[in-house]
Structures are given as structure tokens and as C-alpha cells.
């Protein structure tokens, strides 16, 4: 079974610039994860999506950051200007359904420097 | 609010010795937790998660973890480390509030020495 795919998988850009990350869940899995890694730290949420709709966005810094999943399959992670506290590791993550017990699978993760 | 600590930044273990990484929880209602390894420039594989049941889980790569409700941990525990266990381990809560977030620690880097 294909794990998450993520691309690219390392990205460095200067402040203010915009970048764009994408995500291609394991097949079959309708909900989706943005989860933000800043070094030293564990990955937090930025943004879940329930087929193509937003179940949670309440840590996404909705002024420069957005996402979506139009066709309830790959989604985009969009940063629009970037700030140097955007470097981080951007992970995916998907699970299959709706059970509380289901386990979430990441991707490999994008890595961003932002300079 | 649900959080999880991992009250050791690293650990260090000679290779064939008995390895536990610790994790305490704080969560509200019955805990849903889960163990994740991330190697250098990869993303976080799953090892092993407790939901309800017994209280010792058995996961990937021959890791185990304890679910302790009284001491409120899930410690990751192997009985003989392999150099290739050295990574980065972290311990998560499942959030019980509108979504199932995971709710990470800061991670404990494990070293395994030959």
C-alpha cells in the first residue's frame, strides 16, 4: 500500500515570498492532516479536512496561510508572504475513516527555510 | 485541556540493553495514546497505540508500551536496543474535544551505542 506523498520535500525561499506544498493521502482515506513541525518541537495541527471539508482550522494563521482539498483527495498548504517563523517541517497526515481508534500515517514531510 | 510530557530530552542506551522512553498524560475521560519514531528527514512512522484493553501493547520493530492509569503514563519500552532504534520518539494523545487531533510531546531523542 503507497504511503502519504508529499512534495517537494525541501523548499527554501527569502521572507515574504509565497510557496505552495502539496499532499496525496493513502487511497481511500477521507480525512486529512496539516500538522506544522518546528524544530525541537512536536508537530501541531494546522488544519483538518474531513473529505473537502474543513473540520478544524483553528491554529492556521488564516492572514497568510491557507489550504484545501477541492476534490476530497490531495490538498495544497499555501504560505503567502512568508515569515522566518514559517521554517518548519510541514507534514501530512491521513487516516481511512471516522473510528476515534483509527491511526493517522504521515508523509515524509516538506521541510521549509524561510531566509 | 489533553497534553502529554516527555520529561527526558534524550536517552542514551548500550546496544542490547533494555530501553524505556518515558511519557506521562494528562487527558480527561479514558486516553486514547499512541507512539510515533521520526528518522533525520523522514516523516513520523507509527509504532504502537493503546486504546482500551490490555494494559501492555505490542507494536512495530518489537516495541512495546505500558499503559498506566494510576501514574498516568505510556512508557515506550524494548527489551534489547539495536543501534538502528537511535531516532527521534514521540508520545501523542488523541484531542477528545470536536476533532482527533493528535496532541504531540517535545519528543526524547534516542541513542543507541554499539
Known amino acids: 500500500e503507497a504511503g502519504v506523498a508529499q512534495s517537494p520535500r525541501y523548499k527554501i525561499i527569502e521572507k515574504r515570498q509565497s510557496v505552495a506544498f502539496w499532499c496525496n493521502p493513502i487511497s481511500g482515506h477521507a480525512t486529512l492532516y496539516w500538522y506544522q513541525q518546528i524544530l525541537g518541537q512536536g508537530p501541531k495541527l494546522l488544519i483538518q479536512?474531513?473529505?473537502?471539508?474543513?473540520?478544524?482550522d483553528s491554529q492556521l494563521p488564516k492572514d497568510r496561510f491557507s489550504a484545501e482539498r477541492l476534490k476530497g483527495v490531495d490538498s495544497t498548504l499555501k504560505i503567502q508572504p512568508a515569515k522566518l517563523e514559517d521554517s518548519a517541517v510541514y507534514l501530512c497526515?491521513?487516516?481511512?475513516?471516522?473510528?476515534?481508534?483509527?491511526?493517522?500515517?504521515f508523509g515524509p514531510g516538506t521541510r521549509l527555510t524561510v531566509l | 485541556a489533553q497534553s502529554v510530557a516527555q520529561p527526558e530530552d534524550q536517552v542514551n542506551v548500550a546496544e542490547g540493553n533494555p530501553l524505556t522512553v518515558k511519557c506521562t498524560y494528562s487527558?480527561?475521560?479514558?486516553?486514547?495514546l499512541f507512539w510515533y519514531v521520526q528518522y533525520p528527514n523522514r516523516g513520523l512512522q507509527f509504532l504502537l497505540k493503546y486504546i482500551t484493553g490490555d494494559n501492555l501493547v505490542k507494536g512495530s520493530y518489537g516495541f512495546e508500551a505500558e499503559f498506566n492509569k494510576s501514574q498516568t503514563s505510556f512508557h515506550l519500552k524494548k527489551p534489547s536496543a539495536l543501534v538502528s532504534d537511535s531516532a527521534l520518539y514521540f508520545c501523542?494523545?488523541?484531542?477528545?474535544?470536536?476533532?482527533?487531533?493528535?496532541?504531540f510531546g517535545t519528543g526524547t531523542r534516542l541513542q543507541v551505542f554499539p
Open positions: 479536512f474531513q473529505n473537502n471539508g474543513v473540520v478544524d
Open positions: 487527558v480527561s475521560g479514558n486516553p486514547y
Open positions: 501523542a494523545v488523541r484531542d477528545r474535544g470536536n476533532t482527533d487531533k493528535l496532541i
Open positions: 497526515a491521513s487516516r481511512q475513516g471516522q473510528g476515534s481508534t483509527d491511526t493517522q500515517y
